[in-house]
């Protein structure tokens, strides 16, 4: 029988235990004894759940106290020099001081792990790396699970991956010059595990699906030509993409299996059946791990049968990735719709899938129940009038290339924006969220709890945005925002409201260390049925003579940070939220609002591994972007806002945009940004953040006038908008007015400095 497994389980549980165990830990209320246990409890009930759904292995190697990345680096002995730590008796306060900083070292990097939302810790190498051994966690997590009982597959960051998303500071390096002493200590951990009696190594490989050059494949066979030889048996981990151009590589290679992704790539099966060796173990990632739909057994259940004749014992069962990107059990959704939620299977149930596709392919009869009962599911789904919406479908394919296009170009908009709002030289803004107080937060709690009455609630909001209002006029804003308050976050505030999109109540996925978020899920055509936003920013803009600026997620960000439909190309659904979003805007327009703020801070996430696949990308996103944004008249302001990227390599696809100003985070290399920018020379207004919002501290007038400045040297002051780099929603007021006044006091400085200049200048022509 062919044999079923996972490349890994969510680590944080389904109460999300381990963050609320990390937080206390580092309040100082928890101990590190007790942090284990909650730990170890985790471990063990997650096993028990991978063995009672009939797996032939249990995974261990992904649990983490905090980032699989930062584990492997401790496990190898690469940690940052600077920290000063021994990899080798590394504490638990030690690796939290590595992923979140101490008092005398700044945080390993952090950013985002392949196209996933998960945000790894960055190893630091250079010429000085060693990897001379550190924390045996894993070693004693494959014994805790032997313990256990339990047949363990342990999972491991592969060395050609850890080492391609490896950064050295030093210029120039080569990151491969590393690969000997790398795959060293690959081996002795992997002698080590051979040594406890496992079988199996799972070594994951993502990298494979990525853009590699010459020298990195040869890396594969470098490395893996003297790590299959250590005595376990190595799965080859291959996941977000097609893998198939190495395998001719990998049928060479001493590894007695690999895993793909046919979920992302079902095309790269056939180019597998071909080349592997009639050794090798194909591991079918056929059950998706990076969404949350229920999948089609009995149809994958025919796509591999052909394999399982040529494979036989040889062909493993799994889902396409680790399940850690998928929330952890449907069992904690009480009040999902019990439709949708007959649509779904979130990790637990994934499990059962995989097993029942293993059954099918050995005795179909037996497992035709569940079959069938999956082949319903998605026949009642395929046919739900919550998902079909004739008149969206009918709206999004007649989207023309005119509703895509604003009717004048920037030069002619930019004048008729200017009568229409007249702003000073380099107007100050922010990007949109004031301070999400304890008392905002209080208030939602009990609204949520039935305690607090809508209209109560609603009223409190209200208080919420005149105290803003004041507190923006009272420093001098020119264009001012209603703060944010009524939003618990900014893509799960419009899903409640859009029809075709469902919010769970415990669906969370980690985004990073003790950070989790609950992507809503898109089932089905999104329709907008009435305003969302029209109501608040009104009433805004009725306490205020200033203009008002109307605040939306855009179609991309909706999309990015949703699960999404699986049955229509991710591009249809990003037009169809292009249009909700659009219908917002021209609202906004109707009800007074000059400005609307459009937000797609996940602009660039969206982007595909593969360059060749970038322009795809970049057409249908610039496209919705664009459909959501040009309803609206020359004089009416579009904006949008990106962060937590780099963006210099997509200024073209930011141009497209088309945005009459965009605000951006800078501040962690504001210069280089702006730098990129100018060479560019982008076309449209400006509002490089002069301050980063991600700290307590409150820069100096002369800190932020030097900064804009420099913008200046490299944007024309008349496109220039001046603003913090991101929303102000984690801030506290005080560091919030504080900071923003310095920031109207900079911009006033430079003002009446450029008014000087221009004075002079007029006075030099008239003499
Ligand atoms: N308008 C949002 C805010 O200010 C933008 C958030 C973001 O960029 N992630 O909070
Ligand atoms: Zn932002």
Redesign the pocket.
């Known amino acids: 029988m062919v044999r079923t497994h996972i490349p890994g389980f969510p680590r944080i549980g389904a109460q999300r235990e381990l963050k609320f165990a990390q937080e206390a830990f580092w309040r100082g209320e928890l101990d590190e004894a007790n942090l284990r246990e909650v730990g170890a409890q985790l471990r063990t009930r997650h096993w028990r759940t991978q063995r009672a759904a009939g797996l032939d292995f249990v995974c261990a190697g992904d649990f983490a106290w905090y980032d699989p990345m930062l584990s492997t680096s401790a496990l190898l002995g690469a940690l940052p020099e600077r920290f000063g730590f021994d990899a080798r008796t590394l504490s638990l306060v030690q690796y939290y001081a590595l992923a979140r900083g101490n008092a005398a070292q700044p945080a390993m990097e952090m950013t985002k792990w392949f196209d996933t939302n998960y945000h790894y810790l960055v190893p630091e190498i250079g010429p000085q790396t060693r990897f001379e051994g550190g924390v045996e966690w894993l070693l004693e997590e494959v014994d805790e699970a032997h313990a256990l009982g339990h047949e363990v597959k342990p999972v491991l960051i592969g060395p050609l991956t850890w080492l391609w998303l490896a950064k050295s500071r030093v210029a120039g390096f080569d990151r491969l010059a590393l690969l000997p002493g790398l795959v060293a200590r690959y081996a002795r951990v992997l002698e080590a595990l051979k040594a406890r009696g496992v079988e199996w190594v799972q070594l994951d490989e993502p990298a494979l699906c990525c853009d590699l050059d010459a020298a990195w494949h040869e890396a594969l066979t470098t490395a893996y030509d003297q790590l299959g030889h250590s005595g376990v048996k190595l799965l080859l981990g291959t996941y977000f993409g097609s893998a198939a151009q190495h395998a001719p590589r990998v049928a060479k290679l001493p590894v007695q299996g690999v895993h793909i992704d046919l979920v992302r790539a079902p095309e790269q099966l056939d180019v597998w059946r071909a080349a592997l060796r009639d050794d090798q173990v194909l591991s079918a990632g056929v059950i998706d791990g990076r969404n949350v739909w229920r999948a089609d057994l009995a149809a994958i259940a025919d796509t591999l049968r052909e394999t399982h004749a040529q494979f036989g014992e040889r062909l493993w069962i799994a889902p396409s990735c680790s399940l850690a990107h998928v929330p952890v059990s449907l069992e904690g959704e009480r009040r999902l719709d019990a439709q949708v939620k007959s649509w779904l299977a979130f990790a637990t149930e994934k499990l059962t899938e995989v097993r029942t596709l293993a059954l099918a392919l050995a005795d179909r009869v037996a497992a035709q129940p569940q079959l069938e009962a999956a082949s319903a599911a998605l026949a009642a789904r395929a046919r739900s009038s919550a998902v079909i919406n004739a008149l969206v479908q009918k709206r999004t394919a007649a989207v023309d290339a005119a509703m895509a296009r604003r009717a004048n170009a920037f030069d002619v908009r930019e004048h008729a924006q200017r009568d229409a709002l007249r702003l000073p030289l380099m107007p100050t803004t922010t990007?949109?969220?004031f301070p999400q107080t304890q008392a905002i937060r209080e208030a939602r709690a009990a609204h949520r709890r039935g305690e607090l009455s809508a209209l109560d609630y609603l009223e409190r909001m209200r208080e919420e945005t005149a105290r803003a209002v004041r507190c923006q006029e009272a420093l001098g804003l020119d264009v001012l925002v209603h703060g944010?308050a009524e939003r618990n976050d900014?893509v799960e505030y419009f899903a409640e409201l859009l029809w075709g999109f469902a919010v769970t109540e415990n669906g969370w996925v980690q985004s990073y260390g003790s950070r989790c978020v609950k992507p809503p899920l898109i089932y089905g055509d999104v329709y907008r049925a009435e305003p969302m936003t029209v109501d608040a920013i009104r009433h805004a803009q009725s306490l205020t003579t200033r203009p008002m600026k109307g605040?939306l997620t855009g179609p991309v960000t909706l999309l990015q940070w949703s699960f999404v439909r699986d049955d229509q190309p991710r591009a249809v659904t990003a037009l169809q939220l292009a249009l909700a979003v659009r219908d917002e805007v021209c609202d906004l327009e109707k009800a007074g609002i000059g400005i609307v703020?459009i937000?797609e801070?996940a602009f660039r996430e969206g982007l595909p591994l593969r360059r060749a696949e970038h322009e795809a990308y970049f057409d249908w996103a610039v496209r919705a972007f664009r459909v959501a944004s040009s309803g609206v008249a020359d004089a009416t302001q579009i904006h949008t806002?990106m962060?937590?990227s780099e963006f210099n390599d997509i200024l073209p696809a930011i141009a497209a945009l088309d945005a009459d100003v965009i605000t951006i985070e800078t501040s962690r290399s504001a210069m280089e940004l702006l730098d990129a920018f100018g060479e560019f020379a982008y076309p449209n207004a400006i509002g490089p953040g002069v301050y980063d919002i991600h700290s307590p501290r409150v820069p100096g007038v002369d800190e932020m006038v030097r900064l804009i400045e420099r913008a200046c040297e490299t944007i024309p002051a008349a496109r220039l908008w001046v603003n913090p780099d991101?929303?102000?929603?984690t801030r506290a007021w005080p560091e919030t007015e504080a900071a923003l006044r310095n920031m109207v006091s900079a911009a006033r400085v430079l003002r009446e400095r450029m008014a000087a200049s221009a004075r002079e200048a007029g006075a030099t022509v008239a003499a």
């Open positions: 990007i949109g969220s944010e900014m605040m703020q937000d801070p806002h962060c937590y991101c929303g102000l929603k």
